[in-house]
């Protein structure tokens, strides 16, 4: 393409390169990324793993505010579905903090090509987003994620903060939160 530019009144022609066309991939290497992609977006035996989370729940809840002192208990629901054809698990908790209602939401799902659970957390009583990922043992009937929270209440940011799901049966999960090192709350899960 030329372009014409005027300066003084003298007249300069400008050619600008032409792109080289690059080589393709051929027609195999494009159904080997095809049938690829297809494999990683297809839930499997991991995703299964997280049924035991889906259903409407009757929640008991401890929070400890100080390690060692005795918790703060509480109750909540919980409602679990799966969303985008099986793929994730979302979950609306409705529930009580520091003595009032809160709803909360987070989505679980498997990544099939980084191999590891993830999760997102976010509620009414907050700005941030807590997102974590980790690894199913025994079965995947325990999922531990490790992630990074912020605290409002002390200003304290990019906490390391632990998720750990146990199914203890078809009717009961618990899950527990470690920030610190130290349980900062447990959820007692009781199919309805």
């Known amino acids: 393409m030329k372009h014409t530019t005027e300066d003084s009144g ?7 390169p032409q792109a080289k066309a690059s080589p393709g991939k051929s027609d195999a290497e494009k159904q080997d990324m095809q049938k690829k992609m297809e494999a990683a ?8 793993a997280l049924q035991a989370f889906v259903g409407d729940w009757k929640a008991e ?12 208990v509480s109750q909540g629901t919980s409602q679990a579905k799966w969303i985008l054809n099986g793929h ?8 009580e903090m ?13 990544d099939n090509t980084k191999q590891t659970f993830n999760s997102v957390w976010v509620s009414d009583t907050q700005t941030g987003m807590c997102t974590s990922e980790g690894k199913g043992e025994n079965g995947n009937k325990v999922i531990t994620l490790e992630g990074k929270s912020s605290c409002p209440a002390t200003g304290r940011k990019d906490l390391p903060v632990k ?26 899960y ?3």
């Open 10 to 16: 003298a007249t300069t022609m400008l050619e600008r």
């Open 41 to 48: 977006g297809t839930p499997g035996p991991a995703h299964k």
């Open 61 to 72: 809840v401890k929070c400890w505010c100080e390690p060692g002192g005795a918790p703060k």
């Open 88 to 95: 994730f698990v979302e979950e609306e908790f409705k529930g």
């Open 98 to 110: 520091m003595g009032k209602p809160f709803i909360g939401r987070s989505l679980m799902g498997y």
């Open 163 to 188: 998720s750990v799901f146990r199914v203890i049966s078809p009717d009961k999960y618990v899950y527990e939160m470690f920030k610190d090192g130290a349980k900062s709350m447990e959820i007692t």
């Open 190 to 192: 009781t199919r309805k």
